[in-house]
């Protein structure tokens, strides 16, 4: 079993800064990519940042220049950091992973609201 744990959400005003975290924890041999999506209400879930385990990453257009994903082997964590939030950065925003031999996991969400 596997579990990935989010923290670092909350309510920012525009311009500000936050950074998530999420922690994988369980049997885990290796991970292959984790990533961050995001959720806004009425809208689809849509993809934020991904960092692969050759440490190779991707990010939407929306994002670029403004948020920086990392990752803690060690510690099977992945790190974002939001700067410069707008408005529309405003969704649910949730952690996944690739767990070799074990599949895809999701993280419960965690609210981001950036608003003045």
């Known amino acids: 079993q596997v579990q990935l744990v989010e923290s670092g959400g909350g309510l920012v005003q525009p311009g500000g800064s936050l950074r998530l975290s999420c922690a994988a924890s369980?049997?885990?041999?290796?991970?292959?990519?984790m990533g961050w999506y995001r959720q806004a209400p009425g809208k689809q879930r849509e993809l934020v940042a991904a960092?692969?385990?050759?440490?190779?990453?991707n990010y939407a257009d929306s994002v670029k220049g403004r948020f920086t994903i990392s990752r803690d082997n060690a510690k099977n964590t992945v790190y974002l950091q939001m700067n410069s939030l707008k408005p529309e950065d405003t969704a649910v925003y949730y952690c996944n992973a690739d767990i070799s031999a074990r599949g895809y996991y999701w993280g419960q969400g965690t609210q981001v609201t950036v608003s003045s």
């Open positions: 369980g049997s885990i041999f290796s991970i292959n990519a």
């Open positions: 960092i692969y385990s050759t440490d190779s990453t």
